[in-house]
């Protein structure tokens, strides 16, 4: 594991803020793998900053079992020194303490400066490149691996992008993948109310994220064949029967991230003590990743649920420009998300209906080595599409815990520390199995010349 931890923490992994809506699903998750034979997950402990909500957040999490022996950790953001023992005690902290931008920023300093590693479910581009400017440095020298958005935000995006590129096969190659994200379900659809205060305070600080990435080195851009393309804000996808509206999520800043490291380093990021067999599979598998342009929609099967994103949208962005509209949409969110976002989340009834879908629509060319010859239009389109149970509750936890176990299993071929996005960590890694195992599926839906 990390260098400077000492040789045998106490813990494999310790759930911070799993008192929250996601915390709790996530120890009810971890559960599952907790000292099953084939499981590398056999020591476990949950910390907040309120034992007794902790204790009933494990007790909901085991039911119908009795709650098994955890240990129940006090720790506060505001207490960096809470934080520091949390990180000395264990191998890797799951953090899901949001928003981000207004809480995490100590917990990743404290397992930078430990070399304890740390995954968490943020989907906030700008505390996830902030985060990388102040902490890499110092991640790779203590050894740490400090990787966000290891939730639906944003794995789904860069697994479902990869699988889609792999399906392009020599001599053809993609030039854009666009995502249509649709979210079913025969209830309400519902998300929880801490991915809303994340998204408003994100909206809000957009110009910070502007500043940021003025002031920063700019990284490496892929090289991707043919020209950039001009997409509609709204459209149709007819052969899913969907309408999408482009959605600002981190989703594609996160699959751009990716793609820059791999442009910096086309064989992929090296282990920390990786065998030649695995090197090998490591360098063939990003060889197989042809970059592209990358665009998120969200989707409705009827112009009219668009016509409501694009309101909702609209409202968040105008609202959550000042403070009074702030204050607004974080006490009133279900009257400004038209019913999106509720202070008390999904019921469970509604988390069990919920399902998403993903569609990959990649278009690009049958032959890449004509592309510099003139004007040339894609010619291929080929679609995938990645499906899964409801996001927040479910597929995030699912998504969370899978990572944690690759590190737990498999961290000599791993990097040896830094803040990364997960693509670039876990693509070459087992983690698409692991999720199809876990009900979050890989299609290839159709391949056709346009
Ligand atoms: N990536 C994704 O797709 C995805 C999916 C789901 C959620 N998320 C993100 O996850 C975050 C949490 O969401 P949620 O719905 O679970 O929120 P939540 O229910 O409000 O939970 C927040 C958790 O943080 C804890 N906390 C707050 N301040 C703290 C502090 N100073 N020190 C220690 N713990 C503190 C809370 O503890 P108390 O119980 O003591 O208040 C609670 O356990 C949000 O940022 C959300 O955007 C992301």
Redesign the pocket.
């Known amino acids: 594991m990390s260098q400077n931890l000492s040789p045998n923490p106490t813990y494999d992994v310790i759930i911070?803020?799993?008192?929250?809506?996601?915390?709790k699903c996530v120890i009810r998750e971890a559960l599952k793998f907790l000292n099953v034979p084939s499981s590398p997950l056999k020591n476990l402990a949950i910390a907040?900053?309120?034992t007794s909500?902790l204790s009933q957040a494990l007790q909901w999490a085991s039911r119908p079992n009795l709650p098994p022996h955890i240990p129940i950790l006090t720790?506060?953001?505001?207490d960096p020194s809470s934080l520091r023992y949390l990180a000395s005690q264990t191998k890797i902290i799951l953090n899901?303490?949001?928003?981000?931008r207004l809480?995490a920023e100590p917990v990743v300093e404290a397992c930078a400066d430990s070399g304890c590693d740390y995954l968490d479910?943020?989907?906030e581009p700008e505390f996830m490149e902030r985060m990388e400017v102040m902490y890499h440095e110092k991640a790779v020298e203590m050894g740490s691996l400090i990787v966000s958005?290891c939730?639906?935000?944003s794995v789904p995006a860069e697994l479902g992008l990869m699988f889609n590129s792999r399906q392009w096969l020599p001599p053809a190659v993609p030039n854009r993948v666009e995502a249509y994200i649709s979210l079913e379900s025969d209830k309400r659809i519902v998300v929880?109310?801490?991915?809303y205060e994340?998204a408003v305070l994100g909206v809000a600080n957009m110009g910070k994220l502007q500043e940021l990435r003025r002031s920063r080195r700019r990284r490496r851009r892929p090289v991707i064949p043919g020209t950039s393309p001009k997409g509609a804000m709204v459209n149709h996808l007819k052969e899913v029967g969907l309408w999408g509206v482009t959605l600002p999520s981190a989703d594609a800043t996160v699959v751009r991230r990716t793609l820059s490291c791999l442009a910096e380093d086309p064989r992929g990021l090296p282990g920390v003590n990786e065998s030649a067999e695995q090197v090998k599979r490591r360098e063939a598998f990003w060889s197989s990743i042809k970059p592209a342009h990358f665009g998120m929609k969200i989707a409705s099967k009827s112009l009219l649920g668009v016509v409501r994103f694009i309101i909702v949208g609209k409202i968040i962005g105008l609202f959550s420009k000042s403070g009074v509209g702030r204050w607004l949409l974080l006490n009133f969110p279900s009257v400004f998300s038209l019913g999106f976002f509720r202070k008390k989340?999904p019921t469970e009834d509604e988390v069990a209906s919920a399902t998403f879908k993903m569609w990959f629509v990649g278009q690009g060319f049958s032959d890449g080595s004509l592309v510099s010859q003139g004007n040339r239009k894609p010619d291929v389109q080929i679609i995938t599409r990645v499906m899964g149970p409801e996001?927040?509750n479910l597929t995030?936890p699912i998504i969370l815990v899978q990572c944690a176990l690759i590190l737990l299993k498999e961290r000599d071929s791993l990097p040896r520390g830094g803040v990364f996005p997960p693509g670039i960590v876990f693509g070459p890694t087992d983690l698409q199995d692991r999720l199809q195992q876990n009900g979050i599926s890989f299609d290839v839906i159709s391949k056709k010349t346009v």
């Open positions: 911070l803020g799993a008192s929250g809506f996601t915390g907040g900053r309120n909500k720790a506060d953001t505001t899901c303490v949001g928003p981000f809480y479910i943020c989907g958005a939730g639906f935000d929880n109310f801490g991915t994340s989340g996001i927040g995030t």
